[in-house]
């Protein structure tokens, strides 16, 4: 194995950006990117944890569920999850995040990155509303660099082309993972998948 160890070695292996993709970079939201936050029912959270320990959160919800308050300013509601509160905690220890919104069917992802602060107003959470419940905080990303990212990731992986699907799809068991562990008991496995399922039918 050849270790590289110099943002040098790295420009030699992969090259230079291009001026015009550099030119792709803006300090605040343009109306393409708005455009696609609005679609956007998916997006990946990215925080850090005051010593650097990165944590990354899935986000989802109908789409449009961030709202953008002004060009440099995005409102992310916090629903019900498991109660590690990861990213949460992350943000109150270090305020920098990178967002990205994905919008299914297209290759391109919106990504953006700025910082953090947590807000649970009354008032602000109640216009967040989604089956019947408001949000529980709301976390501002006051955003200071956003720019559209390329399709070849998606277009190597076939992600949004269904007939490829079959081949990866998986049923996640989060009893076996848990009496791997040592938290239940190997009898208990099913009962506990089927309230895991039960629960996302019922409880979202």
Same mark, same amino acid.
């Given at each position: 194995?050849?270790?590289?160890? !110099?943002?040098?070695? /790295?420009?030699? +292996?992969?090259?230079?950006? =291009?001026?015009?993709? *550099? ?71 270090? !305020?920098?995040?990178? /967002?990205?919104? +994905?919008?299914?069917?297209? =290759?391109?992802?919106? *990504?953006?990155?700025?910082h953090a602060e947590l807000d649970d107003d009354a008032g602000l959470c109640a216009r967040f509303i989604e089956h019947g419940r408001p949000a529980l905080l709301v976390t501002r990303i ?63």
């Open positions: 194995m050849a270790r590289i160890e !110099s943002v040098e070695r /790295l420009r030699e +292996l992969l090259g230079e950006p =291009g001026a015009l993709v *550099r030119s792709k970079f803006h300090e605040a939201l343009t109306e393409q990117a708005i455009a696609f936050i609005a679609r956007a029912p998916m997006l990946f959270l990215a925080t850090a944890r005051a010593d650097g320990t990165p944590a990354v959160s899935p986000k989802g919800d109908s789409p449009g569920f961030v709202h953008v308050e002004d060009p440099r300013t995005l409102l992310l509601p916090e629903r019900k999850g498991n109660k590690l509160i990861f990213s949460l905690q992350n943000i109150l220890a270090n !305020s920098a995040v990178e /967002l990205i919104f +994905l919008v299914p069917g297209t =290759g391109e992802t919106l *990504r953006v990155a700025g006051h955003l200071h660099r956003c720019y559209f990212h390329c399709a070849k990731a998606f277009l190597r992986s076939r992600l949004w082309q269904p007939q490829s699907w079959s081949r990866t799809a998986l049923r996640v068991s989060f009893g076996r993972e848990i009496a791997q562990a040592g938290g239940l008991a190997a009898a208990d496995v099913d009962a506990f998948d089927q309230g895991v399922h039960e629960r996302y039918r019922t409880d979202l």
